[in-house]
Protein backbone atom coordinates (compact mmCIF):
# COMPACT_ATOMS: atom_id res chain seq x y z
CA UNK A 1 0.00 0.00 0.00
CA UNK A 2 1.23 3.49 -0.83
CA UNK A 3 2.59 5.80 1.42
CA UNK A 4 -0.14 8.60 0.35
CA UNK A 5 -2.30 6.82 2.86
CA UNK A 6 -0.08 7.12 6.02
CA UNK A 7 -0.73 10.43 6.57
CA UNK A 8 -2.10 11.09 10.09
CA UNK A 9 -5.02 13.35 8.60
CA UNK A 10 -6.71 11.04 6.74
CA UNK A 11 -10.27 9.83 7.70
CA UNK A 12 -10.26 5.71 8.18
CA UNK A 13 -13.51 3.35 8.67
CA UNK A 14 -11.94 -0.38 8.82
CA UNK A 15 -15.20 -1.92 9.50
CA UNK A 16 -18.18 -2.08 7.64
CA UNK A 17 -20.77 -4.18 5.62
CA UNK A 18 -22.51 -4.62 2.31
CA UNK A 19 -25.84 -6.56 1.22
CA UNK A 20 -23.13 -9.11 0.63
CA UNK A 21 -23.54 -10.11 4.44
CA UNK A 22 -25.77 -8.10 6.75
CA UNK A 23 -25.40 -4.34 5.46
CA UNK A 24 -28.09 -3.30 3.33
CA UNK A 25 -26.10 -0.88 0.72
CA UNK A 26 -24.12 -2.48 -2.71
CA UNK A 27 -20.98 -1.93 -2.31
CA UNK A 28 -20.66 1.11 -4.40
CA UNK A 29 -23.31 2.51 -2.67
CA UNK A 30 -21.52 2.17 0.44
CA UNK A 31 -18.38 3.22 -0.79
CA UNK A 32 -20.63 6.63 -2.09
CA UNK A 33 -21.81 7.19 1.12
CA UNK A 34 -18.54 6.90 3.11
CA UNK A 35 -16.98 9.28 0.72
CA UNK A 36 -19.84 11.58 1.20
CA UNK A 37 -19.01 11.75 5.22
CA UNK A 38 -15.48 12.40 4.41
CA UNK A 39 -14.03 8.99 4.55
CA UNK A 40 -10.29 8.56 2.93
CA UNK A 41 -10.17 4.70 3.66
CA UNK A 42 -12.62 2.01 4.02
CA UNK A 43 -12.52 -1.42 4.72
CA UNK A 44 -15.64 -3.32 3.49
CA UNK A 45 -15.08 -6.26 5.71
CA UNK A 46 -18.55 -8.36 5.38
CA UNK A 47 -19.47 -11.71 7.46
CA UNK A 48 -17.54 -14.76 6.24
CA UNK A 49 -17.88 -13.62 2.18
CA UNK A 50 -15.80 -11.52 0.13
CA UNK A 51 -18.09 -11.00 -3.02
CA UNK A 52 -18.30 -7.52 -2.67
CA UNK A 53 -14.66 -6.24 -2.93
CA UNK A 54 -14.33 -6.41 -6.45
CA UNK A 55 -17.15 -3.87 -6.88
CA UNK A 56 -16.26 -1.21 -4.07
CA UNK A 57 -12.43 -1.55 -5.17
CA UNK A 58 -13.71 -0.12 -8.46
CA UNK A 59 -16.07 2.34 -7.14
CA UNK A 60 -13.73 3.53 -4.55
CA UNK A 61 -10.59 3.89 -7.38
CA UNK A 62 -13.54 6.07 -9.53
CA UNK A 63 -13.69 8.33 -6.68
CA UNK A 64 -10.40 8.27 -5.54
CA UNK A 65 -10.99 6.69 -2.30
CA UNK A 66 -8.52 3.83 -0.98
CA UNK A 67 -10.30 0.40 -0.39
CA UNK A 68 -8.99 -2.07 2.25
CA UNK A 69 -9.69 -5.78 1.24
CA UNK A 70 -11.17 -6.69 4.51
CA UNK A 71 -13.48 -9.56 5.90
CA UNK A 72 -15.17 -10.33 9.36
CA UNK A 73 -14.85 -14.05 9.82
CA UNK A 74 -16.89 -15.82 12.50
CA UNK A 75 -14.78 -17.70 15.83
CA UNK A 76 -16.39 -19.40 18.25
CA UNK A 77 -13.38 -19.24 21.20
CA UNK A 78 -14.31 -21.00 24.53
CA UNK A 79 -18.30 -21.33 23.83
CA UNK A 80 -18.44 -17.92 22.82
CA UNK A 81 -18.67 -15.67 19.01
CA UNK A 82 -16.23 -13.65 18.38
CA UNK A 83 -15.68 -11.94 14.98
CA UNK A 84 -12.09 -11.57 13.90
CA UNK A 85 -11.43 -8.85 11.04
CA UNK A 86 -8.79 -9.56 8.01
CA UNK A 87 -7.68 -6.42 7.14
CA UNK A 88 -5.50 -6.40 3.45
CA UNK A 89 -6.05 -9.73 2.76
CA UNK A 90 -5.56 -10.80 -1.11
CA UNK A 91 -9.17 -12.20 -1.41
CA UNK A 92 -9.19 -14.70 -3.73
CA UNK A 93 -6.15 -16.56 -1.54
CA UNK A 94 -7.97 -20.44 -1.27
CA UNK A 95 -7.26 -21.41 1.89
CA UNK A 96 -9.27 -18.48 3.09
CA UNK A 97 -11.81 -18.90 0.66
CA UNK A 98 -12.01 -22.61 1.67
CA UNK A 99 -12.31 -21.61 5.27
CA UNK A 100 -15.24 -18.78 4.51
CA UNK A 101 -16.82 -21.36 2.47
CA UNK A 102 -17.30 -24.29 5.30
CA UNK A 103 -18.81 -21.15 7.92
CA UNK A 104 -21.22 -19.90 5.03
CA UNK A 105 -22.70 -23.62 5.11
CA UNK A 106 -22.93 -23.95 8.34
CA UNK A 107 -24.95 -20.41 8.20
CA UNK A 108 -27.47 -22.52 5.27
CA UNK A 109 -28.19 -25.23 8.23
CA UNK A 110 -28.28 -22.77 11.45
CA UNK A 111 -30.62 -21.07 8.88
CA UNK A 112 -33.10 -23.67 8.94
CA UNK A 113 -32.25 -24.32 12.29
CA UNK A 114 -33.63 -21.26 13.31
CA UNK A 115 -36.66 -21.54 11.67
CA UNK A 116 -37.48 -24.73 13.17
CA UNK A 117 -37.29 -23.57 16.88
CA UNK A 118 -38.97 -20.48 15.74
CA UNK A 119 -41.65 -22.38 14.13
CA UNK A 120 -42.21 -24.49 17.46
CA UNK A 121 -42.96 -21.14 18.79
CA UNK A 122 -45.70 -20.52 16.10
CA UNK A 123 -43.63 -17.95 13.88
CA UNK A 124 -43.94 -19.89 10.68
CA UNK A 125 -42.52 -18.94 7.46
CA UNK A 126 -38.89 -17.15 9.18
CA UNK A 127 -36.53 -18.70 6.71
CA UNK A 128 -38.25 -17.88 3.24
CA UNK A 129 -38.55 -14.56 5.32
CA UNK A 130 -35.05 -14.11 5.88
CA UNK A 131 -34.18 -14.82 2.36
CA UNK A 132 -36.08 -12.09 1.19
CA UNK A 133 -33.80 -10.11 3.00
CA UNK A 134 -31.21 -11.60 1.93
CA UNK A 135 -31.73 -10.92 -1.44
CA UNK A 136 -29.22 -14.29 -2.04
CA UNK A 137 -26.50 -13.43 0.14
CA UNK A 138 -25.53 -15.11 3.26
CA UNK A 139 -28.39 -15.38 6.03
CA UNK A 140 -27.60 -13.74 9.16
CA UNK A 141 -29.38 -13.39 12.05
CA UNK A 142 -29.81 -9.96 11.16
CA UNK A 143 -31.93 -10.67 8.57
CA UNK A 144 -34.36 -12.90 10.59
CA UNK A 145 -34.29 -9.97 13.28
CA UNK A 146 -35.90 -8.02 10.03
CA UNK A 147 -38.25 -10.18 9.19
CA UNK A 148 -38.99 -11.04 13.10
CA UNK A 149 -39.68 -6.80 12.87
CA UNK A 150 -41.68 -6.81 10.04
CA UNK A 151 -44.58 -9.48 10.96
CA UNK A 152 -45.06 -8.23 14.28
CA UNK A 153 -43.30 -10.34 16.09
CA UNK A 154 -40.77 -7.73 17.90
CA UNK A 155 -41.07 -3.62 18.20
CA UNK A 156 -37.51 -3.08 16.29
CA UNK A 157 -34.40 -5.05 15.75
CA UNK A 158 -32.82 -4.33 19.18
CA UNK A 159 -36.00 -6.66 20.63
CA UNK A 160 -35.79 -9.62 17.94
CA UNK A 161 -32.19 -10.19 19.13
CA UNK A 162 -33.47 -10.20 22.67
CA UNK A 163 -36.52 -11.83 22.44
CA UNK A 164 -36.04 -14.67 20.12
CA UNK A 165 -32.15 -14.53 18.44
CA UNK A 166 -29.64 -13.94 21.31
CA UNK A 167 -28.52 -16.82 23.54
CA UNK A 168 -31.01 -18.32 25.82
CA UNK A 169 -34.20 -17.17 23.68
CA UNK A 170 -36.23 -19.44 21.54
CA UNK A 171 -34.60 -18.95 18.19
CA UNK A 172 -31.06 -19.22 19.57
CA UNK A 173 -29.20 -21.75 17.84
CA UNK A 174 -25.11 -21.83 18.82
CA UNK A 175 -22.53 -20.94 16.70
CA UNK A 176 -19.86 -23.27 15.29
CA UNK A 177 -17.54 -21.27 13.65
CA UNK A 178 -14.19 -21.02 13.18
CA UNK A 179 -11.15 -21.91 15.83
CA UNK A 180 -9.79 -18.57 16.78
CA UNK A 181 -6.49 -19.92 15.21
CA UNK A 182 -8.01 -20.82 12.06
CA UNK A 183 -9.40 -17.61 11.17
CA UNK A 184 -5.84 -16.02 12.18
CA UNK A 185 -3.80 -18.36 10.19
CA UNK A 186 -6.42 -18.05 6.83
CA UNK A 187 -5.92 -14.39 7.24
CA UNK A 188 -2.53 -14.40 7.78
CA UNK A 189 -1.31 -16.49 5.04
CA UNK A 190 -3.73 -14.29 2.58
CA UNK A 191 -1.20 -11.40 3.74
CA UNK A 192 -3.86 -9.85 5.70
CA UNK A 193 -3.24 -8.29 9.47
CA UNK A 194 -6.23 -9.95 11.76
CA UNK A 195 -7.96 -7.63 14.34
CA UNK A 196 -10.39 -8.42 17.19
CA UNK A 197 -13.49 -6.46 16.24
CA UNK A 198 -15.73 -4.78 18.64
CA UNK A 199 -14.25 -6.30 21.83
CA UNK A 200 -16.37 -4.66 24.27
CA UNK A 201 -19.23 -6.33 22.89
CA UNK A 202 -18.43 -9.49 24.17
CA UNK A 203 -18.77 -8.57 27.99
CA UNK A 204 -15.85 -10.78 28.68
CA UNK A 205 -14.11 -10.80 32.65
CA UNK A 206 -10.42 -8.93 32.85
CA UNK A 207 -9.25 -12.44 33.15
CA UNK A 208 -11.17 -14.27 30.07
CA UNK A 209 -10.67 -11.08 27.67
CA UNK A 210 -6.74 -11.70 28.92
CA UNK A 211 -6.92 -15.27 28.27
CA UNK A 212 -8.32 -13.87 24.03
CA UNK A 213 -5.91 -11.50 23.96
CA UNK A 214 -2.99 -14.21 24.83
CA UNK A 215 -4.34 -16.65 22.35
CA UNK A 216 -4.99 -14.50 20.23
CA UNK A 217 -1.52 -12.77 19.78
CA UNK A 218 0.14 -16.53 20.27
CA UNK A 219 -1.26 -17.53 16.67
CA UNK A 220 -0.54 -14.76 15.21
CA UNK A 221 -3.37 -11.47 15.66
CA UNK A 222 -1.74 -8.23 15.04
CA UNK A 223 -4.59 -5.52 16.34
CA UNK A 224 -7.53 -4.47 17.91
CA UNK A 225 -10.19 -1.98 17.41
CA UNK A 226 -9.93 0.61 20.01
CA UNK A 227 -11.90 2.76 18.20
CA UNK A 228 -15.56 0.73 17.65
CA UNK A 229 -19.00 2.37 16.77
CA UNK A 230 -20.48 0.86 20.02
CA UNK A 231 -17.19 2.12 22.22
CA UNK A 232 -18.08 5.14 24.35
CA UNK A 233 -14.59 7.31 25.52
CA UNK A 234 -13.92 5.19 28.43
CA UNK A 235 -13.97 1.87 25.99
CA UNK A 236 -11.81 3.09 24.23
CA UNK A 237 -9.29 4.48 26.71
CA UNK A 238 -9.75 0.88 28.38
CA UNK A 239 -8.63 -1.04 24.92
CA UNK A 240 -5.95 1.51 23.99
CA UNK A 241 -4.47 0.71 27.02
CA UNK A 242 -5.10 -3.26 26.56
CA UNK A 243 -3.61 -2.96 22.86
CA UNK A 244 -0.26 -1.54 24.22
CA UNK A 245 -0.04 -3.87 26.93
CA UNK A 246 -0.47 -6.62 24.49
CA UNK A 247 1.71 -5.39 21.73
CA UNK A 248 -1.36 -4.83 19.27
CA UNK A 249 -1.67 -2.13 16.82
CA UNK A 250 -5.17 -0.17 17.30
CA UNK A 251 -7.89 -0.10 14.53
CA UNK A 252 -10.57 2.21 13.78
CA UNK A 253 -14.04 0.76 12.83
CA UNK A 254 -17.93 1.79 12.42
CA UNK A 255 -19.13 -1.16 11.84
CA UNK A 256 -21.50 0.37 9.68
CA UNK A 257 -24.78 -1.65 8.28
CA UNK A 258 -26.69 0.81 6.35
CA UNK A 259 -28.81 4.05 6.70
CA UNK A 260 -30.79 3.65 9.62
CA UNK A 261 -29.00 0.48 10.52
CA UNK A 262 -26.29 1.64 12.50
CA UNK A 263 -25.30 4.34 15.54
CA UNK A 264 -23.07 6.41 13.38
CA UNK A 265 -22.40 7.14 9.85
CA UNK A 266 -18.88 5.59 8.30
CA UNK A 267 -16.00 7.21 9.20
CA UNK A 268 -17.96 9.13 12.28
CA UNK A 269 -16.32 7.93 15.14
CA UNK A 270 -13.56 8.75 17.42
CA UNK A 271 -9.83 9.50 16.69
CA UNK A 272 -7.40 6.71 18.28
CA UNK A 273 -5.98 8.06 21.71
CA UNK A 274 -2.84 8.71 22.22
CA UNK A 275 0.21 6.30 22.69
CA UNK A 276 -2.00 3.86 19.93
CA UNK A 277 0.16 2.38 17.10
CA UNK A 278 -2.50 2.85 13.94
CA UNK A 279 -3.25 -0.50 12.16
CA UNK A 280 -2.00 0.65 8.70
CA UNK A 281 0.97 1.36 9.96
CA UNK A 282 1.04 -2.46 10.62
CA UNK A 283 0.54 -2.31 6.16
CA UNK A 284 2.65 0.76 5.44
CA UNK A 285 5.70 -1.46 4.87
CA UNK A 286 4.38 -4.51 3.73
CA UNK A 287 4.02 -5.89 -0.43
CA UNK A 288 1.64 -3.56 -2.00
CA UNK A 289 -0.55 -6.28 -2.86
CA UNK A 290 -1.83 -6.60 0.69
CA UNK A 291 -4.45 -3.89 -0.34
CA UNK A 292 -6.01 -3.12 -3.20
P1 LIG B 1 -24.79 -13.70 12.77
O1 LIG B 1 -23.37 -13.52 12.34
O2 LIG B 1 -25.68 -14.19 11.65
O3 LIG B 1 -24.94 -14.52 14.02
O4 LIG B 1 -25.38 -12.27 13.08
C1 LIG B 1 -24.66 -11.37 13.84
C2 LIG B 1 -25.06 -9.95 13.44
O5 LIG B 1 -26.27 -9.61 14.07
C3 LIG B 1 -24.07 -8.93 13.90
O6 LIG B 1 -23.06 -8.76 12.96
C4 LIG B 1 -24.90 -7.67 14.01
O7 LIG B 1 -24.96 -7.04 12.76
C5 LIG B 1 -26.28 -8.20 14.34
N1 LIG B 1 -26.65 -8.03 15.75
C6 LIG B 1 -26.22 -8.74 16.81
N2 LIG B 1 -26.82 -8.34 17.95
C7 LIG B 1 -27.66 -7.32 17.60
C8 LIG B 1 -28.57 -6.47 18.31
N3 LIG B 1 -28.75 -6.58 19.62
N4 LIG B 1 -29.26 -5.55 17.60
C9 LIG B 1 -29.09 -5.43 16.27
N5 LIG B 1 -28.25 -6.19 15.55
C10 LIG B 1 -27.54 -7.12 16.19
MN1 LIG C 1 -23.54 -7.66 11.11
MN1 LIG D 1 -19.20 -8.19 14.37
MN1 LIG E 1 -19.30 -6.11 11.66
Same mark, same amino acid.
Given at each position: ?????????????????????????????????????????????????????????????????????????????????????????????????????????????????????? /????????? +????? #? %??? @?? *? $? =???? /????????? +????? #? %??? @?? *? $? =??????????????????????????????????????????????????????????????????????????????????????????????????????????????????????????????
Amino acid at each position: MGAHITGTRLRYDLHTHSLHSDGTLAPAELVAHAHAHGVDVLALTDHDVTDGLDEAASAAHACGMTLVSGVEVSVTWQNQTVHIVGLGIAAPHPELQAGLAALREFRVWRAQEIDRRL /AKKRIHGAL +AGAER #H %AHG @AI *L $S =RTHF /ARFLVEHGH +ARDMK #H %AFR @AF *L $S =RGNPGYVPGRWAPLADAVGWIRRAGGVAVIAHPARYRLSAGKLRRLLDEFCACGGEAIEVVAGNHGEQECRHFAALAQRHGLYASVGSDYHGPGQSRCEPGAVAALPPGCIPVWEAWADRRPAAAC
